[in-house]
Structure formats: C-alpha cells, structure tokens
DNA sequence: CAGTAATGTTGGCAGTGTATACATAGATGT
DNA sequence: ACATCTATGTATACACTGCCAACATTACTG
C-alpha cells in the first residue's frame, strides 16, 4: 500500500534482519529458549515468513552459529596478526581472543558448541568448513613456531589440538558459569586465559 | 484395581524411574529433543505425574546432570586411586577418565556443561556442589604432586584450572562432533588425551 | 505488459510445558 | 477397625511451539 509509512508487503533484507534480530533473542533468553515465533514477531513479520529464508529452525540455528566461526577466525587471526613474528605471544594472544569472545557471547558460543544444533552424525561437511578455518589459523602458527625452533618437534596436529582444548574448555567452562566469581570480569579473564597458555608453553613438571 | 497385573494407582518408585527413562531418551534424542510427554508415556503414567516428583522440566534436568557429576567424580577419583603415589600418572588417568566418560555419555555431557539447564546467574549454590567434588579430587591430587617436588610450585588452583580446562575442552569438542573422525572410538580417545595431557605436564616449549 | 517466481500472510495441526481441580491409595492415630 | 490426612497419580485446559498447506502480494523477466 503506501510506502510512505515503511510498511510495505515485502520486508525487502529479511534474511539479514532475522539472523540479526535472533542474535538478540538469543544473547537473551539463551539458545534454548529462542523460538521462531518470538522472532518473527520480533521481526515485525507472521509466524512463517522465517519459512521462506530458512529451511527450519535448524538452519537458521546453524547460519547464526556460522556467523559465530566468522567472528571467531577474525578475531584470533586478528590477534595473531599483531604479534607477528612472535609465535610464543602469537599462541597466547589467540587464545585470549578466543576466551574474551566466548565471555562477551556466552549464549552464541553455547549454541555452537553445546549440540543444540543436528549436525546428523559427522557434521564434517556443514557449517564447519567455517569452524576448521579457524582451527587452520591455529595450526599455521604452531607450525611456524616450530620451525622458529620455539615449538617442540612434536606432531604440528597434536600440539594444535592442545592448545585449542585447553583454550576451549576454558570457554565452556566460562560460558557454562562454572567459573562464577573467578572469571566473571574481562580482565579477570585475559589474566586467567594468559597465564593457563603460559602454563601449557612451559609445562607443569618441575624441570 | 486387580495388583496381580502389577498395575496399581501409585507406581511405587515413580521418581527414580523417571530419572532413569530421561537418560535413556536423552541418550537417544539429545538434551534438546527430549520432552516430559513422551518421558511420562514411556514411564506408562499421565503427563503430569512427573510434577509430583519435580517442580518442573528444568529440575528434573538438573537431577540428572547431579547424577551425571556423581559418576564423574567416581570415575574420575577411582582412576586416581589406582595410581596412588604416582601423582603424574594420576594427572593423565584423571583426564582420559574425565574424556571417556564424556564418549561414553555424549548427550549427557551436552547436558551438564551446555547450557541445557537454566542456573539463575552464578549456579554456585545449586547441584554443583556436586561438580565441585570432582574439582576438589583434582586440587588434592596436584596439592601433594606439588608437595612430593614433582609439579611447578605455582598457585595449586591455577595449575587445576588448567589441566580441567584442558581435559573439559577435549571432552566438548568431542561430544560437539569437532574431533569426528579423529576421537570417535574408545583407543583414539585414550590415546589422544593421555598425549595431551603428558604435553601439558612436560610443556610445548623447547627447553 | 503478461506470466512466473519470490516473498509474505492466514489458518490449522500435533506436540509441548505447566496450572488447576479431582481421584485414589498408603499412612497414621484413635 | 475405622476415619482422616497426605502423598501420589489423573483429567482437563491453556498458551505456546515448529511446521505444513493454501492463498495473497509483489518483483522480475520475456
């Protein structure tokens, strides 16, 4: 009808505007109590309109979760750039990239990781191509401390899946709010996730 | 009416047999999937029965990720005890407990640590007394590693945070279906975490 | 400028969590 | 033995959910 008010029959950038307004719902009420309805009337449209951008709410659970893999390859990769040269540095500062976006984004982090989403067995081909990007970032910089002569000879594969563990448990554990009162603050946790990194470079053992 | 067909009004152990029915169709459909209907009719009683023993689908959830601790902390603790005064070998059979009970109970764990459960900000007070138990048997255990000069003589919560973090992190990955392919079966599992939990203890620096 | 594809709406269905009122049975005190 | 209280289970109802089918409106394309 009139365009004059905005209203017109077609949204024109649903798509954009749905995954954009259940990021908030779901920063909210968490990814367990987001529904599709709320959002649709969040949105401003009917109940179905979701329907004729996303298969189910499945899908557009997992294009929210690969807008999370985005955010998280940018922001190590941003972290790793700044210390260019320095893969010691390089490693800790990834993983406090890591841990920070998982405090600033609990709910999002829990939707990618906590199995709210059917991945159908081996999730290997789906959205993950995004989550390896970000994995693959990890393995560059161990290699490239190896061959700095910084990093132990060991297995590049293994020495990523350490540091990406030990980064990731902290995470979860974080988001999870089993840390409550340890690692509630930003910096409480850039503290935390520094020295935990430090701990894995230079060993527990008494040498 | 007639008990010889074993039918009587009240089940007689309603609360433990719903407990064990959840786990059951946890294990099949995922945390997310599971419903008190369908809970209540595979118990054979009226969909509201299941009030009489919990408050509501959150508490019930709750009481089976306290279940699900318990057998951490006993599984966890008496992998320790059958290395007593070897707190090293101790560290790493603790961990590959903690990770293989997590391949044992995927959906499980997806529970207790993925946000399935709404814990009202800081959960401290609630059911993880319970998951402080199993934290605890980790902060003595590396308490009188540190004491027989074997650990770093750095902060004993700092050096537990850390092996947690880094056995949690391999135990979501796992159950997230990121390590598809590379930590799906039983000797994989072992395998991995104990290597990752020895290069934690020995450091991934050259030294 | 027709016709077709893309996008949105209405209405409906089965399934969900939970509140309320009612039914039954085990336990208890006399 | 019996009345009564309380624990436990049922029936019904309501608002909400994901999703399907039929229809409406608009944008695009020859």
């Known amino acids: 009808m009139s365009k004059r008010s905005g209203e017109t029959y077609h949204h024109g950038n649903l798509h954009d505007t749905l995954i954009a307004a259940a990021i908030e719902l779901i920063r909210d009420k968490g990814p367990n109590a987001f529904s599709?309805?709320?959002?649709?009337?969040?949105?401003?449209?009917?109940?179905?309109?979701?329907?004729?951008?996303?298969?189910?709410?499945?899908?557009?659970?997992?294009?929210?979760?690969?807008?999370?893999?985005?955010?998280?390859?940018?922001?190590?990769?941003?972290?790793a750039m700044q210390f260019d040269g320095d893969p010691k540095r390089q490693l800790i500062e990834t993983g406090v990239a890591y841990v920070e976006l998982a405090l600033d984004s609990p709910e999002i982090t829990q939707l990618m990781f906590g199995g709210f989403i059917d991945t159908k067995k081996c999730p290997k081909e789906n959205l993950d191509s995004?989550?390896?990007?970000?994995?693959?970032?990890?393995?560059?910089?161990i290699?490239?401390?190896?061959?700095?002569?910084?990093?132990?000879?060991?297995?590049?594969?293994?020495?990523a899946l350490a540091t990406w563990s030990m980064?990731?448990?902290?995470?979860?554990?974080?988001?999870?709010?089993?840390?409550?009162?340890?690692?509630?603050?930003?910096?409480?946790?850039?503290?935390?996730?520094?020295?935990?990194?430090?701990?894995?470079?230079?060993?527990?053992?008494?040498?």
Chains 1, 2 share one sequence.
């Open 143 to 159: 290699e490239s401390g190896k061959q700095s002569g910084i990093f132990r000879n060991e297995e590049t594969e293994l020495l």
């Open 36 to 79: 599709l309805r709320e959002l649709a009337k969040k949105a401003g449209v009917s109940h179905t309109a979701p329907y004729r951008h996303f298969k189910d709410k499945n899908a557009l659970l997992s294009a929210i979760a690969e807008t999370g893999f985005k955010t998280l390859t940018e922001r190590t990769q941003n972290a």
């Open 167 to 207: 980064v990731h448990g902290l995470a979860m554990l974080i988001t999870g709010g089993q840390l409550c009162g340890i690692a509630d603050e930003q910096d409480q946790v850039r503290n935390l996730s520094a020295k935990v990194e430090t701990l894995l470079m230079e060993g527990i053992l008494v040498r």
């Open 130 to 141: 995004e989550a390896d990007n970000a994995f693959q970032g990890l393995v560059n910089l």
